[in-house]
């Protein structure tokens, strides 16, 4: 699957299996974030130009945000400072909103001062989720030294800022880089910078060492992929080892992916470049290919569709015991799901997104024989034994999260968005300007 595809489909995997209090939802209203529960009632006003999800029972609110300029010994950076604290379920302040970080731009960055003031974020966008309050810590930044560290949900300091670059914690673990100062390594170090990233616990003792160059967030039955680089003769070799929350290898090495990503289910979707294109297959937790047919330890794939391919050109994670695969379907690209021994009922879709709680949001595949022209198909919502227990209906869905899942339709003037519940009732909704 196209990476941040897969990004947004593990965020949501992360927001239903994690710490997320499942009876508020997130609404957005006129530009202005606010919540409501499982039947809709509206339980805090939409208010905030931008507040995350509740974690934990707490949620971050920015009430600010802006670009700076830092000059450096050797250029100047752009970086984004955010003005944020923390509100509970009862939106008291419970952190007030005076604290300040500066991060360093990521692509799509660019534009958040802009929407922030102009209330132009979407009612689905997240942003800045390593600002997270979870495992009774959030991120903070001193003042003086710019590094990072951990305060609690007090506001008192639990972690020494001495990183470079942190994440939110996540089943007791968060992704850190160490400082490290420029007399420690040579010239011809660099390998041992690349690799320094590490894994700490909720005291700040580090559980997983600094050698690595990239970790994933931690999963919750405390198991992650991480990556190292190294260099053999004129180039560099990156490899990816599945580690546990104190750093033991589960598996060896694997030289062969790009990226590895952890899933719900511990089949994890392994992605590799051929022709600079992007293919998949899944990977168990002993190390072997699902999609390795012959057992020939090789991974064939099919160009043209008319024979079996063992990799894939896009996928989902696996959830609830299934995952979706893009295959071709009567010459077509279409998606369908296949259970974890890859068997399939073959049932076409033109979208899908991942089960959640047994239900899996899919667009209706449209053939040529049905005046495909003159119609689009809508999405609906099936079980895993494939019934459409929602009629295909939306224009836009999301993944159930818990009792809830989110919808938009088009109109010629406006749109409607919001949640339904499982029965596919509309429990909130608000109607949006779709500028035609």
Same mark, same amino acid.
């Given at each position: ?7 947004? $489909?593990? +965020? ?35 208010? %905030?130009?931008?507040? =995350? ?48 970080? @500066? ?30 309050? &979870? ?19 007090? =506001? ?25 100062? &420029? ?20 005291? !700040?003792?580090?559980?997983? @060492? ?59 979707? $392994?992605?590799?470049? /051929? ?21 020939? =330890? ?13 990799? /894939? ?9 299934? +995952? !979706?695969? @893009? ?10 799901? +296949? ?9 076409? %879709? ?27 198909? @809508? ?6 034994? +494939? ?9 836009? $869905? =999301? ?14 003037? %406006?749109?409607?968005?919001? %949640? ?17």
């Amino acid at each position: 699957m196209k990476k941040i595809f897969f990004f947004y $489909c593990f +965020a949501i995997f992360l927001l239903s299996s994690c710490n997320q209090d499942k009876h508020l939802w997130r609404i957005q209203q006129d530009g202005l974030y606010g919540f409501v529960d499982s039947l809709g009632n509206v339980v805090i006003e939409p208010q %905030y130009r931008y507040v =995350g999800n509740f974690i934990d029972g707490y949620a971050c609110v920015v009430t600010d945000m802006r670009f700076i300029e830092r000059e450096s010994f050797i250029k100047r950076d752009t970086l984004l400072e955010v003005k944020y604290g923390y509100i509970n379920r009862f939106n008291e302040i419970v952190i007030d909103t005076t604290n300040i970080i @500066k991060l360093r731009l990521e692509p799509g960055m660019e534009t958040f001062p802009e929407k922030f003031k102009e209330k132009k974020f979407g009612f689905r966008t997240q942003i800045l989720t390593d600002l997270n309050l &979870s495992n009774d810590r959030f991120l903070f930044q001193d003042t003086v030294s710019s590094y990072y560290g951990y305060k609690d949900s007090e =506001g008192n300091i639990a972690i020494q800022p001495k990183f470079r670059t942190a994440h939110a914690f996540q089943f007791g673990r968060a992704i850190v880089v160490d400082t490290i100062k &420029s007399d420690e390594y040579g010239e011809k170090d660099y390998i041992k910078i690349l690799n320094s990233t590490s894994a700490i616990d909720k005291d !700040g003792n580090v559980k997983v @060492k600094p050698e690595y160059a990239y970790i994933t967030p931690f999963g919750r039955n405390g198991e992650t992929w991480a990556s190292y680089i190294s260099k053999s003769d004129d180039s560099f070799i990156r490899e990816w080892v599945l580690i546990d929350s104190n750093g033991k290898n589960v598996l060896p090495p694997n030289s062969m992916m790009e990226f590895i990503y952890n899933s719900p289910d511990n089949i994890y979707v $392994c992605q590799m470049d /051929f022709l600079d294109c992007k293919l998949y297959t899944f990977m168990d937790r002993n190390g072997n290919f699902l999609s390795d047919y012959n057992h020939d =330890g090789e991974l064939n794939i099919s160009l043209d569709g008319k024979s079996q391919s063992e990799i /894939f050109r896009d996928v989902t994670f696996f959830s609830d015991g299934y +995952a !979706g695969i @893009k295959g071709i379907y009567d010459g077509k690209p279409v998606w369908y799901f +296949a259970n974890k021994k890859l068997d399939s009922n073959f049932i076409p %879709y033109d979208s899908v997104l991942c089960f959640s709680d047994k239900i899996a949001a899919v667009k209706e595949f449209i053939k040529d024989d049905t005046f495909s022209s003159m119609r689009t198909g @809508k999405w609906g919502y099936i079980d895993i034994h +494939a019934n459409l227990i929602i009629p295909y209906q939306f224009d836009e $869905c =999301g993944s159930f999260w818990g009792a809830l899942a989110y919808f938009r339709n088009t109109g010629s003037t %406006y749109d409607m968005e919001g %949640y339904i519940n499982k029965k596919g009732n509309i429990v909130w909704q608000t109607r949006v300007s779709n500028n035609k």
